[in-house]
């Protein structure tokens, strides 16, 4: 029965649709416990005082806990992916606004939330650094001294330090860019910014946890079931068993609920009070849990006179807000990928991650990758141009091929660059003739392709259970947000195993039951789960013929499993367990030159060609077309995939044209969904989306992920099309009608006011 | 915090009566009945992830007394398919793919019924005017618009 490149409905689609799909924002338990947060209103202080007192006379108040009560329980309670540098509960010191300082918890929110209103604290106000290249400098200090985590093996090498606001620095060095440059015909050089904006899932963060008999049971909205097991663990002293991590359905995540987010802050509750507590986030709240890099990229590249990269150079700074999260590891992991998609024999790459007085950011679909093809694939349109050469011959002519290595060394394997740059020209009709509109209406092509480099090393460990009746169930602790990984995997598995997909039962995260998996992220589980899940699912295979040999059945004959367990066992009993784990190799870069020559199991490729339209009256863009090409591999369901690419695309459209959080002295003035605009019905342009024919061959099946490529080439193939249609660049996302305006009025000589 | 006044409604097709303070919302009301496909997100009546039906008219749950059901006959997402069998509007949303996490989905569902029975077949510019009160933020507009027409053509 072929499973593989089937079109079927997402398992849970029914349960969708009715509206009774499982969410951790739905579970209640008894005698739970609601805990709501005083946040910190000023961007950087020392806590003098926290005057709790009203809040605790407050009616219906069950407990007010502050971070010196958490700090009872847990002496060091801090907690991160890369960094041990997240207070629970703020302790002595408040890095950004709406950082939690006090938890109040009643059995009715309503009362808690009112409460937590009735608490007031008190500080000395320090300076604050909110801009990436200022922090630069060591003049304000966000955290005196560095506390490296070293969970991960790929983040040994990061040392604390002090004095200094950078968490990390990636430094990479291939051939000598500096004679590179001296010796080019032409060397140019631009800035490019992007700006802070968040995933805003709808179903907020929330976590619940559960205390009972020396352990404890969390319920939550997170991506990283392990990861969350491990950490609260740690924070604890207990071994991994006394935690168990449950994970039903996300209602969205797009990177937002990867690693610790409210678990560890429940989970103290919880054992504090000993009592169930729960913790939800409201949309505002969201805006103070974790958010996306804005960046400032300087990019620098020579030419030589035929047209060809000779150097690039990228200094990359990354705006990592007041703790770290995963912040080095997008650092270090996009810095791999810097230079884009060419084949350049002299490179170098300075990344740094930043801590501010905002905020937190860490990984938003793509880890980083968006932020850098947004500056490199408008260097490169801006350099084609000033050379005079056609954008996508110019691309071709530099592109970089199989076989080919990457900046990093790493040699290029299955990575369809050229099939998605081809795919996008002959969708957009690149030399076919074009409207180029009139008067006030101009139009424009624009075109921009990318790739990123998956994590790596990483691990994922898939138990397939084979039932006396021949069902079949697997247990993984991939969690499925939406992105379609539970049908996913049951093809993997009915296509080994011969059975159909939808009989498959996929067994939702649970740390007591489902093994280990490093996260859902980074398009990291179709590839490494998806292998794990095909070798355990071949494990199993090869376990029921051992069961059917032991049974006295003759070799090769093709006994149906329920046949198998019945002759065995002699009536319907017993099953049959197979499991596999799966961990590409992986070399670390590099200390001195940043160079690895294995540092991905595999590339995404992904890409776009807009046409747009451009009001210069009003500096108004109007997409026309928007045309997503990606390298997936061979897709296990191509209609899902298609669903991925087109909706990471939509997401990225709105970073590029609406999604901005507004500071002001640090506080954001946005934090809501009136104030802050994502891309509704009335913003999706007319749309094209083509999974371009290639096949990972180390993927399970041919397969690939996919969940971020979509958002790869959007940002600059508009600001390419915008200068194609009026001759301005636009250097800073998002791209609002006021930016084009302005840039049509410097070039028009007119320019306008300041604000 | 005020106390509690008894209030009687028919409830997907059920009389039911509840008590409920002043203060509490609509969605808080539904969650006692153990409804959960409405679902408070912005708390702001932007996002129409709390969408329900109130006398056949569609309400932002979030924005909507509870108290203000009394007498009213309220519908959510879960009556839909209380006979066992998916609506049309359902069937539709499932072939065309037009969800992914699923959380806004029944509000996009109840709006779809809501636009099916006043405009039969229903253009594009219909469909995106209908659903500007509804986001969905994995993006799966494109396949929202192809399950509406879908389930047009089949009922």
Known sequence: ?755 | MTSARTINFTLNGQPVTAAIEPHRNLIELLQRFDLFGARESCGQGLCGCCTVLVDDKAVSGCLYFAVWADGKTIATVEHLDADGALSNVQQAFIAAGAFQCGFCTPGFVLMAHQLLKEHPNPSDEDIRHHFSGNLCRCAAYPEIIDAVKRAAKAT
Not at chain 1, 23 to 47: C, D, E, Q, S, W
Not at chain 1, 60 to 78: A, F, H, S
Not at chain 1, 80 to 101: C, M, N, S, T, W
């Open chain 1, 1 to 755: 029965m072929n499973q593989i490149a089937r079109d079927i409905p997402r398992l849970e689609a029914r349960s969708k649709v009715s509206g009774r799909a499982d969410y951790t924002h739905n579970l209640r338990l008894p005698g739970m416990l609601y805990g709501k947060l005083f946040r910190a209103t000023v961007p950087h202080g020392r806590i003098l005082s926290i005057d709790t007192q009203a809040a605790r006379a407050h009616p219906g108040v069950y407990r007010v806990i502050t971070g010196e009560d958490i700090k009872q329980l847990i002496p060091e309670p801090y907690y991160g992916p890369a960094f041990h540098d997240q207070p629970i509960l703020a302790l002595d010191k408040v890095r950004y606004v709406g950082e939690p300082v006090a938890a109040v918890l009643a059995s009715d929110p309503h009362v808690a939330e009112q409460a937590a209103q009735m608490i007031s604290a008190e500080y000395e106000e320090l300076p604050a650094v909110y801009d990436e290249v200022e922090a630069m400098a060591p003049k304000t200090l966000v955290h005196d001294v560095l506390r490296p985590a070293g969970t991960f093996a790929d983040l040994k090498h990061l040392q604390g330090r002090k004095g200094t606001n950078i968490a990390l620095d990636y430094h990479l060095r291939r051939g000598d860019a500096e004679k590179a440059f001296a010796g080019a015909a032409r060397v140019i050089a631009h800035t490019f910014k992007t700006q802070q904006c968040l995933h805003l899932p709808f179903e907020p963060h929330v976590a619940i946890a559960e205390p009972g008999d020396g352990r404890l049971t969390i319920h939550t909205s997170n991506q990283t079931p392990s990861f969350v097991r491990i950490e609260i663990a740690r924070l604890f002293g207990w071994p991994e068993n006394r935690v168990r991590v449950k994970v039903p359905y996300l209602g969205g995540g797009y990177g937002a609920k990867v690693y610790v987010k409210l678990e560890a802050l429940v989970a103290a509750l919880a054992i504090l009070v000993r009592r169930p507590v729960k913790v939800a986030l409201t949309m505002e709240e969201q805006f103070y849990m974790i958010t996306k890099h804005a960046t400032t990229f300087r990019i620098k590249s020579g030419v030589d006179t035929d047209g060809r990269i000779v150097a690039r150079a990228c200094e990359v700074f990354w705006n990592g807000g007041a703790y770290a999260d995963i912040g080095p590891r997008v650092t270090q992991k996009s810095g791999f990928t810097a230079a884009g998609p060419y084949d350049i024999d002299n490179v170098s790459i300075d990344s740094y991650a930043l801590y501010t007085n905002r905020t937190p950011a860490g990984a938003l679909r793509g880890f980083g990758v968006p932020q850098l093809v947004w500056a490199y694939e408008s260097h490169t349109d801006l350099i084609a141009r000033e050379l005079g050469i056609d954008p996508v011959e110019f691309r071709r002519k530099n592109l970089l091929r199989d076989g080919r290595p990457q900046a990093s060394g790493t040699v290029m394997q299955d990575a369809a660059i050229g099939e998605v740059l081809d795919a996008l020209v002959a969708r957009v009709g690149w030399s076919k003739p074009f409207d180029r509109g009139t008067g006030t209406l101009r139009r424009g092509r624009g075109i921009a392709i990318g790739f990123k480099a998956s994590i790596s090393p990483t691990t994922s460990v898939a138990i397939v259970n084979v039932s006396a009746d021949g069902s079949v169930y697997l247990y993984k602790s991939t969690v499925d947000m939406g992105q379609g990984s539970d049908t996913a995997f049951a093809q993997i598995v009915g296509e080994v195993l011969d059975v159909k997909a939808e009989d498959v039962r996929v067994v939702a995260p649970d740390t007591d039951v489902t093994p280990y998996d490093m996260g859902t992220l980074g398009s990291r589980s179709l590839f490494h789960m998806g292998n794990a899940v095909r070798l355990a699912a071949e494990d199993a295979r090869a376990k029921l013929r051992a069961l059917a040999t032991e049974a006295g059945l003759p070799e090769g004959t093709n006994y149906p499993p329920a046949e198998i367990f019945k002759k065995r066992y002699g009536m319907q009993a017993g099953n049959v367990v197979g499991t596999a784990s799966y961990v590409p190799s992986y070399k670390p870069p590099d200390a001195q030159t940043g160079m690895s020559d294995n540092v991905t199991p595999f590339w995404m490729v992904g890409g776009a060609a807009v046409e747009v339209e451009v009001d210069t009256e009003t500096g108004h863009v109007r997409i026309l077309r928007l045309i997503n090409a990606a390298d997936c591999g061979k897709p296990i369901n191509p209609g899902v995939a298609r669903t991925q690419l087109s909706g990471a695309a939509i997401m990225q459209l709105g970073f590029t044209l609406s999604e901005a959080m507004h500071l002001d002295g640090g506080q954001v003035t946005n934090a809501s969904l009136a104030d802050y605009k994502i891309p509704g019905i009335g913003d999706i342009p007319p749309m094209e989306n083509e999974l371009v024919a290639a096949e990972q061959h180390s993927g399970p099946f041919g397969a690939k992920g996919l969940g971020e490529s979509g958002t790869f080439g959007v940002s600059p193939a508009i600001a390419n099309a915008i200068h194609d249609a009026v001759g301005v660049r636009i250097t800073e996302l998002p791209i609002t009608a006021e930016a084009v305006l302005r840039a049509l009025r410097v070039k028009a000589g007119h320019p306008l006011e300041d604000e």
